[in-house]
């Protein structure tokens, strides 16, 4: 069995800053790339950030310069720094990562429950 939990998301006033949290547990043996993903109501979930294992870390436009992805691999844990957040980065924001796991071979994608964030302006 394998989980990622989110954490972090709440309500902001417009310039402010949030960080979320995804921690994964169970059977992993190694996590490779992780990533954040945002719905906002009636959106399709759109790509927000992700790194690699221990490469670089690429962000879509829309963040670029205001938040910060990064990780802690022996908590096997992801993180987004939100900060100058607008009322339009309002979505459930969601983890994702790729790992192989210690029960079976091959890998694995799996997605967090999502956490909500509300921009308000």
């Known amino acids: 069995q394998v989980q990622l939990v989110e954490s972090g998301g709440g309500l902001v006033q417009a310039g402010g800053s949030l960080t979320l949290s995804c921690a994964a547990s169970?059977?992993?043996?190694?996590?490779?790339?992780m990533a954040w993903y945002r719905q906002a109501p009636a959106k399709q979930r759109e790509w927000v950030a992700s790194i690699p294992r221990g490469g670089t870390t690429n962000y879509a436009n829309s963040v670029k310069g205001r938040f910060t992805i990064s990780r802690d691999n022996a908590k096997s844990t992801v993180y987004l720094q939100m900060n100058r957040l607008k009322p339009e980065d309002t979505a459930v924001y969601y983890c994702n990562a790729d790992m192989t796991r210690t029960d079976f071979g091959g890998q694995y994608n799996y997605w967090g429950q999502g956490t909500q964030v509300t921009v308000s302006s």
């Open positions: 169970g059977n992993i043996f190694r996590i490779n790339d």
